[in-house]
């Protein structure tokens, strides 16, 4: 068998094909898995939503985009809007992108908060998981509570050494939280907010 002479040429050509073949390869599992993943997806924000806002078989669940938040809008059997499940992010994390799904009641208090997506230090901001920092927003009103971690002058208690990821989750229910009131009018009966 000859051996090739290695020019730009031959070269350009072998790594077009290993591209080729490769994203194709790629394209074959995403198609294959996609479907598993969507549906894990589903799962994940279906837990979320009963876990934030406490939904039953009898809840309605609508939904609704507001700019870049996704909101889950929970009717009870009168059609009465019981609260929302918004899906809601902060790119300041210490390494990226952290998404929760924030339950918010009609009156604006903070029903409770679920972490969908974080990749922050292990043992550090990680740790924005545990209740003994995400619960703390359960029950509280963003009328009466300052939603800003305590060193800025609120009333969040941060994560010990991950302040960055406390003020970016801060923010991302902050968010949900102002959003929520100013857009729940059109969601109510009727479209009049009570």
Do not use: H, W
Request: proline share 2%; with cysteine; aromatic share 6%.
């Amino acid at each position: 068998m000859a051996k090739k002479e290695s020019t730009l040429k031959n070269m350009l050509i072998a790594l077009l094909v290993i591209t080729a073949i490769s994203g194709g390869l790629l394209g074959l599992v995403y198609g294959m898995t996609k479907d598993t993943i969507a549906e894990g997806d589903a799962k994940k924000n279906a837990k979320a939503i009963a876990e934030v806002l406490g939904t039953d078989e009898n809840t309605r669940l609508d939904t609704a985009t507001v700019g870049e938040l996704f909101y889950n809008l929970a009717y009870d059997d009168q059609d009465q809007l019981i609260g929302a499940a918004i899906k809601t992010f902060s790119n300041a994390g210490f390494n990226g992108r952290i998404e929760l799904m924030v339950g918010i009641l009609t009156d604006g208090t903070i029903k409770g908060v679920s972490v969908l997506q974080q990749s922050e230090t292990p043992g550090l901001g990680a740790n924005m998981v545990n209740p003994k920092f995400k619960d703390q927003f359960n029950g509280k009103n963003p009328s009466s509570y300052n939603l800003t971690v305590k060193k800025d002058g609120g009333d969040v208690d941060a994560i010990t050494a991950a302040t960055i990821s406390s003020r970016a989750f801060t923010g991302a229910v902050r968010l949900a939280c102002e959003s929520f009131e100013a857009n729940k009018a059109k969601f109510m009966k009727g479209g009049n907010a009570q």
